[in-house]
């Protein structure tokens, strides 16, 4: 995997660089489990299911897991992923704890040439709120709503034969302030008008739920000392070359000047972890690959 850096930050007399770890996987998935389909068997267009036919918030529900899935699993270049179809009906949460269930598994992941199975299993989206009162502009008191947005999605993971691999709950939240007089406490937002940020959260479940089979990033930042001959080699180090900066920055922690001497050693930690996280990641990666080939 390749270290990305992003451009480095000015703040005063330092400089923040932002940086990234790379855990390996939680879980271990099969074997040859490279091929991923995915499917919705969630029916939200029934109108006993979805209040108010709020159907285009579930579509972008669906869409953002599909997105997230495959946004993950194509970090894997010998990955694939293909979405079999986003409304399959005809079929309940009930329905697929059937042993017949298995043979459609087999089915679809058969006609796809696929090694697992991601099913979306069901969505409950939610548009919740907290009446209060608060100070307007004038000092006097308005009532005011605060919109909490829940989004949950249901997945499930079979290999090719049917056999369940793993079980995920993606619960996901956010939030949203709308301020209304006492005489206009109506409208607001709701599952329809909020699909853009029902997609988003549906894609960091998917995100949650297929993450611990892939080996984790996170981010992070860290201040380097600018100033003087410091600044030039922060310029290497943001600028993904930490190791071109690694002799010049020893020689300074040799410098007469106590100051200077001791922000290089500090700047030449950074850039020490830079290139250790880079190393530890193409070693998490490798041996990731390794076991899924």
Known sequence: MALILTAAMAISCST???????????????????RIVYVNFFDYQIPESIKD?????YAASVKGFAIGLSGLVQEDPRAVFMTADTLKKGFTV??????????????????????????????????DWEVYLTENDEGGNMLAKDFYLYSNTYMTLYTAEGEVLDRCAGEKSDFVKSKYTIFGMVGGPNISNQKNRVKLLAEAAARDCIGKYYPFTERYSRKLYSGGELTKLN??????????AIGPLTELTRSSSASLAEKAEHNLLIANEIIDNARIAEEVWSRFEGKQR
């Open 94 to 127: 009930l329905s697929m704890q059937y042993p017949e269930f298995t043979d459609t598994v087999k089915a679809i992941c058969s006609r796809y040439g696929a090694n697992l199975l991601v099913a979306l299993d069901s969505i409950s989206l939610l548009v």
């Open 235 to 244: 310029q290497l180090i943001v600028g993904g070359k930490p190791g071109e």
């Open 16 to 34: 923040v660089v932002q940086m990234q770890r790379t855990s390996p996987p939680e879980a271990t998935l099969p074997a040859d489990s490279a």
């Open 53 to 57: 036919r709020h159907e285009d918030g």
